[in-house]
């Protein structure tokens, strides 16, 4: 199993910036991609953005392109989320995530990922 750990979440106002870390430990040589989702209150969690852990190969969902960046530390088992430019409607607690799968290519379904962190959450006040 894997486990993660995010960190990085608070309170910013909106335009401003915050980074999400996100650190696996345990069997992480079963990682192929890992990925960031997000819920907030009364909503389903859904897909911000993913990266393959061997190519580096990135997806947004359409909602951040442009704002959010990802990207991946492999030395330290680590995956970032910068967040740029947030809004009021970024605020939700935000999930980093696991892919087990070597077919990984961008699907935005959380199915896909079989670990989860605790999630760490993001405050955007207007």
């Known amino acids: 199993q894997v486990q993660l750990v995010e960190s990085g979440g608070g309170l910013v106002q909106a335009g401003g910036s915050l980074r999400l870390a996100c650190v696996a430990s345990g069997r992480t040589a079963s990682m192929y991609a890992m990925g960031w989702f997000r819920q907030a209150p009364g909503k389903e969690r859904e897909f911000v953005a993913a990266?393959?852990?061997?190519?580096?190969?990135?997806y947004y969902a359409d909602s951040v392109k442009g704002r959010f960046a990802i990207s991946r530390d492999k030395a330290k088992n680590t995956v970032l989320l910068e967040t740029n430019n947030l809004k009021p409607e970024d605020t939700a607690v935000y999930y980093c995530?696991?892919?087990?799968?070597?077919?990984?290519?961008?699907?935005?379904?959380?199915?896909?990922?079989?670990?989860w962190g605790q999630g760490t959450q993001i405050t955007v006040s207007s």
């Open positions: 995530a696991a892919c087990h799968s070597i077919w990984y290519s961008g699907s935005a379904d959380e199915a896909n990922f079989g670990s």
């Open positions: 990266i393959t852990w061997r190519g580096g190969s990135t």
